[in-house]
């Protein structure tokens, strides 16, 4: 799975390596590593404005959601969509087809099991300081305050060598969709051109170390990119 990224870039590297530019770059705040439990807003592209980086929140909350007590509920449980069953879920078998996004990240944290030991690894690629991760969206609106929610889900498929060995537990990776690929990602009008995108990355373009477990007990961390440090070899 995905729970914890990493974007800290400067809003002109992004813009740059989007092409889109922020919609409001002075809300965006940048995050050495950040989990989806805190729900944080992130800058997102969507399919319905491809020019436009927008401040989403992490963790999808369906427009059929009734009331703010379902939406924080659901909403820790739609931090991902799982390749498998996106087409199927209900929270996310419109979204997958209608309404996909592409998350710009520096990196993201899994974690290695050994024993009863979670050993924190920060994953990146090796050629490239920003990445797009898959994505869907949906709109929410609060039937009560009338509040406007826009956010977004991370889709996740089998992981590749690497990753089946940093996140040894689980075997999942998040959807990477590289540069030649996010047009199709974000416009394709049929499955037969989505599912291929969610396959397992490419060996060789990532690489992952392990870092401080300090990183475990905080989930908001905005100013220390000394935890990013490796503790630990760099694998590939």
């Not at 060996?203 to 503790?231: M, Q």
């Amino acid at each position: 799975m995905c729970y914890t990224v990493s974007i800290f870039a400067q809003t002109h590297a992004i813009e740059t390596d989007t092409g889109a530019l922020f919609e409001h770059p002075e809300d965006y705040e940048p995050y050495y590593h950040v989990s989806g439990f805190a729900h944080p807003r992130l800058p997102l592209i969507t399919n319905a404005d491809s020019d436009t980086l927008q401040l989403c929140s992490w963790g999808l909350i369906p427009r059929w959601t009734k009331d703010d007590e379902g939406a924080k509920k659901i909403q820790a449980m739609t931090l991902n969509a799982r390749r498998e069953t996106v087409f199927e879920k209900p929270s996310f078998r419109d979204a997958i087809v209608k309404r996909r996004a592409l998350l710009p990240v520096n990196g993201f944290v899994e974690w290695h099991h050994e024993g009863t030991i979670k050993q924190p690894h920060y994953v990146r690629m090796r050629s490239a300081t920003l990445f797009t991760l898959g994505c869907v969206w949906e709109d929410w609106t609060h039937p009560e305050s009338g509040e406007f929610h826009r956010t977004f889900s991370i889709v996740t498929t089998d992981a590749n060598l690497l990753m089946s060995h940093v996140h040894n537990a689980k075997q999942r990776m998040p959807v990477v969709i590289l540069p030649n690929d996010r047009e199709q990602w974000l416009h394709a009008d049929d499955r037969e051109f989505l599912e291929p995108l969610m396959r397992p990355l490419e060996d060789g373009l990532l690489e992952a170390y392990p870092i401080t477990r300090e990183v475990s007990r905080i989930k908001v961390n905005t100013r220390e990119i000394e935890l990013l440090e490796p503790v630990g070899d760099v694998q590939t």
